[in-house]
């Protein structure tokens, strides 16, 4: 027998670049479109158009771009959101609008002041409205988990009624548990007349380290949309992980008995594109995609898995592409061979770009025997900066060692094209780095955060950077790759101190008051 289909809606792009410090540029959004398009979601959603001009622009990039997905937009309940939607998902050959309101009785008293039947007039004229640019109309009650569920019913039969096609059971602050939440499912399904003609979806949230129990939860009670992002990133401590409700899903299947269209494999490969773009590392134990997931400590588990992996191993870590990194390239590799798998692994490279890369790539292929997939995304993600590189690194030394005092000369590129050179002491090679960078660009800000880990494996590994780096309030983040890790760490903090003098932190409108 067929099994149901769960669709996978991921909102990496619009709930997960939500939180603090995880902003992405429109070419980095577009660059984990193309790798969920890979790892095959049915719905990408791919931002908040009206939000601020970097959104829609992302979402339009996005629309037009990529293939296959259904590509969606977020937008309040109001005329002006659902036009900026309408208008950004033009391009996409299959688009979605997905609107809101807020449904319970804290957020309409004191967040909308709006009694209910306005509220229910709202979701009808977005959704209304909605249909007209598409067939394919989403809402979502926000805070639908509080919200009185007689009061619920209403507005999904009323919404359902106006055309939605899919809606969506928010567990907004993350408040549900998880048989609970799956009886507000079972309630839907047996008080909205009209809920045949939707699929029911749900959105939860992580407070209390349950969004994913929750969508699971909400899935065997009959929905059959979940909203996730990936490594789980989103507001405050974020949402149902997507790696963790699809092998859930797939792990449990004689549970469950629905399937997704995920390809597992690309599971890794995507949380660490993720996690570099957004600068958020994945913690060790995090369940699927931690460093650990399939690490085996203690002599007894060991020696289990060696007899039986399924003694200790509950899925193979190829099923999620786990430790794979194909070797691809070396020394010989031409510029051809080089350019082909940049494309196969997604980069769309300006020729400048191109260049750059793969003189890189020549002299890394000169100092590593192999070059594997992973150091060639480092490498052409250290490219994908649409901030202007105000500063850029052109020579660095630093002699250190024990009874050594730490001195990095450093040599940058400025605005006006010249050439600043200067020297700085520091407690190691890195500080000494930094503090010289400081002084030759006038930057004054705090690093309030640096992780250093290895592309590959292997003592001639590319180790890659992630700081962070916060002025007057506001929090950037670099990254880079070398294998040698003082250039990685000198280019990581130059990125962040570019990104801070660019612009403001692009401002959003606030998502109130429809
Ligand atoms: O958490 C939430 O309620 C949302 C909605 C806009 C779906 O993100
Ligand atoms: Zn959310």
């Not at 969920?36 to 771009?65: C, H, M, W, Y």
């Not at 196969?344 to 191109?354: P, R, S, V, Y």
């Not at 002025?471 to 790759?481: F, M, Q, S, T, V």
Request: with cysteine; aromatic share 6%.
């Amino acid at each position: 027998m067929k099994k149901d289909k769960v669709i996978i809606f991921d909102t990496t792009l619009r709930d997960g670049e939500q939180c603090p410090g995880a902003s992405m540029t429109p070419a980095q959004k577009l660059e984990v479109a193309h790798q969920l398009k890979r790892l095959n979601v049915d719905v990408i959603e791919a931002g908040f158009a009206v939000s601020s001009p970097g959104d829609f622009e992302s979402v339009q990039q996005v629309a037009k771009t990529i293939t296959g997905p259904v590509i969606a937009s977020l937008a309040r309940a109001v005329p002006k959101d659902i036009d900026a939607a309408g208008q950004a998902l033009k391009p996409a050959k299959r688009r979605r609008i997905h609107t809101f309101v807020a449904t319970s009785e804290i957020h309409m008293k004191y967040k909308l002041k709006k009694a209910e039947d306005e509220i229910i007039r709202l979701a009808v004229a977005g959704v209304k409205q909605a249909r007209k640019y598409t067939d394919d109309v989403e809402f979502s009650p926000e805070d639908a988990a509080r919200t009185r569920p007689e009061f619920l019913y209403k507005v999904l039969e009323a919404v359902i009624d106006a055309g939605a096609g899919t809606v969506n059971i928010p567990d907004t602050v993350g408040w549900a548990v998880p048989e609970q939440f799956g009886a507000l499912i079972r309630g839907i399904r047996e008080n909205v007349p009209n809920i045949d003609k939707a699929v029911i979806s749900v959105h939860c949230h992580n407070d209390l380290g349950l969004s994913t129990a929750n969508s699971l939860a909400a899935v065997l009670s009959g929905a059959r949309q979940v909203e996730c992002t990936i490594n789980g990133i989103g507001e405050r401590a974020g949402n149902a992980s997507l790696e963790e409700v699809v092998m859930g899903l797939k792990v449990r299947q004689d549970l469950f008995g629905v399937e997704t269209g995920v390809k597992t494999p690309e599971i890794y490969r995507t949380s660490r594109l993720v996690s570099k773009l957004t600068g958020f590392l994945v913690q060790p134990n995090k369940a699927i995609v931690g460093g650990n997931a399939f690490a085996h400590e203690s002599g007894i588990h060991q020696h289990g898995v060696l007899m039986h992996k399924n003694t200790y191993e509950i899925m193979k870590p190829e099923e999620v592409g786990f430790g794979e990194s194909k070797l691809v390239l070396g020394k010989h590799s031409g510029r051809h061979a080089f350019l082909q798998r940049l494309k196969e692994l997604g980069f769309t490279l300006d020729a400048k770009q191109i260049e750059e890369t793969f003189q890189r790539f020549k002299v890394l292929a000169d100092k590593k025997k192999e070059v594997f997939d992973d150091d060639l995304a480092a490498l052409a993600e250290d490219q994908l900066s649409e901030i202007p590189q105000r500063y850029q690194l052109v020579y660095l030394h630093v002699p250190s060692g024990t009874g050594v005092i730490p001195t990095a000369t450093v040599k940058i590129i400025g605005p006006d094209g010249k050439e600043v050179q200067g020297t700085a002491t520091g407690d190691g090679p890195v500080d000494a780095a930094y503090k010289a960078i400081d002084k030759l660009t006038g930057f004054s800000g705090r690093l309030t955060d640096y992780v250093i880990q290895s592309v590959t494996s292997g003592k001639d590994a590319l180790g890659e950077v992630a700081v962070k780096v916060e002025r007057k309030g506001r929090i950037e983040h670099g990254r880079a790759a070398s294998t040698d890790i003082i250039e990685a760490s000198a280019r990581a903090y130059l990125s962040a101190v570019n990104r801070l003098l660019h612009e403001p932190a692009r401002p959003r409108t606030k998502q109130n008051n429809p």
